[in-house]
């Protein structure tokens, strides 16, 4: 559990303000901003990234769901899939 610790400490300090633990350590969400593209395009897509972490974390992997108003519900699922493989 320590080390599990550990890691929210780093994402807390990292993303500071848009790090909100939800209840118990176990549970947390991340807003996540959008930035220009490198052509300095503004991305329209922001989006909060709630995760669930088991008991069984770091052998089971997160529980993760997307929040964004500007994608359909579809796109969000697909945004957890990706990101769910990508783990």
Do not use: N, W
């Not at 709630?50 to 992997?61: E, G, H, I, K």
């Not at 500007?70 to 969000?76: F, H, V």
């Amino acid at each position: 559990h320590e080390e599990v610790e550990m890691e929210l400490e780093a994402l807390a300090a990292i993303y500071m303000d848009d790090f909100q633990p939800l209840g118990t350590s176990a549970h947390f969400e991340i807003t996540l901003h959008p930035r220009d593209d490198a052509d300095g395009q503004s991305v329209h897509v922001g989006l909060v990234l709630a995760v669930r972490l088991s008991p069984d974390y770091p052998a089971v992997p997160p529980e993760l769901e997307v929040r964004a108003r500007s994608l359909r519900r579809d796109q969000s699922s697909k945004v957890c899939i990706l990101l769910t493989h990508a783990l």
